[in-house]
């Protein structure tokens, strides 16, 4: 099972045993996410406009919950006002900057032609609408800008990389998105310091010159659960998301434990978030100017997500790895990202080992001043899936004083392990004990 070269060395080296427990989120959401497209959609002011019109829906590259069904309802209400719909990926440089790639993107979340109903026009050619002040030149997706009118699906939530008064969601959908890879090189120019207020100069024109009817305003709790739907035009836009941001801050979901030695997350990938893994949630950043919170030493991630389809962009935040993970990765679709964002924390390479009981091993053997006695472990899923965790005996006592983690198992289990070294996933069974 392990590597014989590794073997002699991380032999002494224990893997704790578990317990399983949940942090408990308020789980406010919407329950029936079509009626609610569906009702916010028919209520927006200028819908009717759509009579006799071309319309282009643009889907980004992001995890969204609900994603296929919240665009094809989407799509449905506007033919049902006579628009003419096809999509348009809005992902700026995703996908290794390559049209047919960014397709493949859609497909993995659901997005295809025959699930939705229409096309699906696939372009990174952009023409120029306009300019801001300084000489920026707002770009804008060709086949978007010639359609009548263009409408996004945006989740608004923290940037992993960088802080303003737009983040991700709608403005940087329209800017970045919609700009494509020519666009989001602008938008990066000056690094991702300077990104907020690029947004901000970039998207007032976009605003202006664009035939933006409205933009599909998302949210989720912290159990990833939509929470909020609502349409906003243009003219309104800009001025209504800085508050939307403010609430999504407030359920973003963390890791309620401080000072620990090692966090093994099982997957990371695009279909998360864009840098892989959350970076608000691990403390651990793509980009320089943002100052990292340690509160813990080592970062064991073991795959790279299916839906990523090649894209490793944050493999870099994790100390160590797998071969699985490596194997997967595609450096043409991941540096793309990269070189348009002016970052390379992101694009580095973990230390990379046979399997998972290496991997998780060498987290606990590099971390520094640990006692074996009393390993302190946190075991995740993703960043996303934050509910449930496992976690070593020695964090039990702070479990215990936090009344939103309740402890599940009343004995330790051990972390499973196949005959090639690969970990035997618990989740799916817990999900389903959840659910009785």
Not at 78 to 96: D, N
Not at 147 to 170: L, N, Q, W
Not at 330 to 350: D, M, S, W
Request: net charge negative.
């Amino acid at each position: 099972m392990s590597n014989p070269v590794y073997e002699e060395i991380l032999h002494p080296v224990p893997v704790p045993p578990l317990y399983r427990v949940r942090q408990l989120f308020d789980d406010t959401h919407i329950q029936d996410i079509e009626g609610a497209v569906r009702r916010e959609v028919n209520a927006f002011p200028k819908i009717d406009c759509v009579q006799g019109k071309t319309v282009a829906v643009g889907v980004g590259s992001r995890g969204i919950s609900h994603l296929q069904l919240i665009v094809k309802t989407l799509i449905t209400v506007l033919k049902e006002h006579g628009a003419s719909v096809f999509i348009i990926p809005t992902m700026g440089s995703h996908g290794g900057a390559i049209a047919e790639n960014q397709v493949s993107i859609l497909n993995h979340f659901g997005i295809t032609s025959e699930d939705v109903g229409v096309p699906i026009k696939s372009s990174m050619e952009t023409v120029v609408i306009g300019e801001t002040e300084d000489g920026v030149p707002v770009n804008m997706d060709k086949n978007a800008a010639s359609a009548d009118y263009t409408v996004t699906v945006a989740r608004i939530k923290p940037h992993c990389s960088f802080r303003g008064k737009y983040e991700s969601g709608m403005t940087k959908m329209c800017v970045i998105g919609l700009g494509k890879q020519h666009g989001a090189d602008y938008c990066h120019f000056k690094g991702m310091a300077h990104m907020g207020e690029n947004l901000e100069k970039i998207g007032k024109v976009f605003m202006e010159k664009s035939n933006l009817l409205f933009s599909l305003g998302l949210m989720e709790n912290s159990l990833d659960q939509t929470c909020f739907i609502k349409p906003y035009g243009k003219e309104t836009l800009m001025q209504e998301e800085p508050i939307l941001l403010e609430k999504a801050k407030q359920m973003l979901p963390g890791i309620p434990f401080k000072d620990f030695d090692v966090l093994i997350i099982d997957e990371f990938g695009k279909n998360i978030t864009g840098t892989g893994m959350d970076c608000n949630v691990i403390q651990r950043f793509t980009s320089e100017h943002m100052i990292p919170k340690p509160f813990f030493k080592r970062l064991v991630v073991l795959n790279l997500t299916d839906a990523s389809d090649g894209n490793a962009a944050g493999f870099g935040l994790a100390d160590v790895s797998t071969q699985k993970a490596y194997q997967k990765m595609e450096f043409e679709k991941t540096y793309p990202n990269f070189l348009t964002a002016r970052t390379v924390i992101g694009g580095r390479i973990p230390m990379i080992m046979d399997n998972d009981y290496d991997a998780i091993r060498t987290g606990i053997k590099t971390a520094p001043d640990v006692d074996y006695e009393r390993l302190k472990i946190v075991h995740i899923k993703n960043t996303l899936c934050l509910s449930q965790m496992e976690i070593s005996e020695a964090l039990l006592e702070d479990a215990r004083e936090n009344p939103k983690i309740q402890i599940v198992s009343s004995s330790k289990e051990r972390m499973n392990f196949d005959a090639k070294g690969d970990l035997i996933s618990n989740w799916k069974a817990w999900e389903r004990e959840n659910e009785r």
